[in-house]
Every structure is written in structure tokens, then in C-alpha cells.
Nanobody, 117 residues
Framework: VQLVESGGGLVQPGGSLRLSCAASGIIFSISAMGWYRQAPGKQRELVARIRRGGTTVYAGTVESRFTVSRDNAKDKVYLQMNSLKPEDTAVYYC????????????WGQGTQVTVSS
């Protein structure tokens, strides 16, 4: 299984970024996909999850600002991040669940997002 994130970088507060994750080695259409993040000195936390049917779950701190989506034809999952805040600074990880599960069984290497003026 390989999950490769892209799209991270440096952005000013209030700006936007779109993260992408390309998946291989899994049956993407039946796998729940997620995004986690880990800030320096903090525990890793769930940001958003999208289940195989398209149902989404968000952390309260990002709901209304972030949107998770998936393209089953391309085996990709996305995280659109708007109105970014300095506290969104973290390494963002893409995850995939084993078929028909709702867990984070496989992890990407992560992509750095830095929100700073």
C-alpha cells in the first residue's frame, strides 16, 4: 500500500491550500480515507474522514473551513483547506482503512503545512 501526499507548503493566515493523496495497492472505492495532522509537541489528531459512500466526518476545529473529497476514478482523496490559521500548522497525513473498515490502517509520509505571516 502506498499513499503519497502533495500540496503542502507555506501560506499566510486566511489563505487556502489543497492537499492531494494518491493511493495505490488498495481497492480505493471500498476504503475509507482520512486526513490526520500532528503539530509540534502535540498528539496526532483526526482532521477529516470520508467513508466509501461519501459520508464525511470533521474535527470541530476545522468544520466549515476544510472539505474532504474523493475521486474513485483516480484513486485520490483531497483536503481543501480555507481560512487557514496559524494553529493549523502541522504535518498532514493521508490514511486509508482496510476494506469496509473505518480506521486508519495505512499512512502516508506526510506533508508539511505552515500557516504564518
Amino acid at each position: 500500500v502506498q499513499l503519497v501526499e502533495s500540496g503542502g507548503g507555506l501560506v499566510q493566515p486566511g489563505g487556502s491550500l489543497r492537499l492531494s493523496c494518491a493511493a495505490s495497492g488498495i481497492i480505493f472505492s471500498i476504503s475509507a480515507m482520512g486526513w490526520y495532522r500532528q503539530a509540534p509537541g502535540k498528539q496526532r489528531e483526526l482532521v477529516a474522514r470520508i467513508r466509501r459512500g461519501g459520508t464525511t466526518v470533521y474535527a470541530g476545529t476545522v468544520e466549515s473551513r476544510f472539505t474532504v473529497s474523493r475521486d474513485n476514478a483516480k484513486d485520490k482523496v483531497y483536503l481543501q483547506m480555507n481560512s487557514l490559521k496559524p494553529e493549523d500548522t502541522a504535518v498532514y497525513y493521508c490514511t486509508a482503512a482496510k476494506p469496509f473498515k473505518d480506521s486508519a490502517d495505512y499512512w502516508g509520509q506526510g506533508t508539511q503545512v505552515t500557516v504564518s505571516s
